[in-house]
């Protein structure tokens, strides 16, 4: 008998849309980061339609960390 690949656990997983996509970008990472993406870029279009500039201005400050460890690892070298 043969088992089929076993499944990511977690609690990322179980989210009903989030989890959908983390389990597609854990199988194939290099297939589906674009369309991640481009999903990402469409929801921030959507908020700034629906709320304006707020919706960007709370993007930057939720990225603000990314950045900063962006920024250590090029000091770095990593």
């Known amino acids: 008998m043969t088992h089929a690949a076993e499944a990511p656990r977690g609690l990322l997983y179980r989210l009903p849309v989030i989890g959908w996509f983390?389990?597609?970008?854990?199988?194939?990472?290099?297939?589906?980061?674009?369309?991640?993406?481009?999903?990402?870029?469409?929801l921030l279009v959507l908020a700034m339609k629906t709320w304006g500039l707020v919706a960007l201005g709370l993007t930057a400050v939720a990225l603000t960390p990314v950045i900063f460890v962006v920024l250590l690892l090029i000091t770095v070298g990593g």
């Open 22 to 42: 983390a389990r597609d970008l854990a199988r194939d990472f290099h297939g589906n980061i674009y369309y991640f993406l481009l999903i990402v870029v469409t």
